[in-house]
């Protein structure tokens, strides 16, 4: 994974976890509270998931384990 890549991923991590906060309040207003946090509760996962995961791979590559790779121009 390059550094585009990583970005890309925090971006889509982040967009993820945004998007289960607008389901869950929408959807809380048409389908009640208990369907709106099962609704809500696999992008919120994934997205959280997604966020441990860059959490790690940037740790490893500060402490030289795992390294990004740099993308050239």
Do not use: C, N
């Amino acid at each position: 994974m390059d550094r585009s890549g990583f970005v890309k991923l925090a971006v889509i991590a982040f967009g993820l976890v945004v998007v289960s906060f607008f389901v869950r309040g929408l959807s809380r207003l048409v389908l009640g509270a208990e369907t709106a946090a099962m609704l809500q509760a696999p992008l919120a996962v994934v997205g959280f998931g997604l966020f441990v995961y860059l959490f790690v791979r940037a740790t490893l590559d500060a402490i030289g384990v795992w390294e990004v790779e740099r993308s050239d121009p």
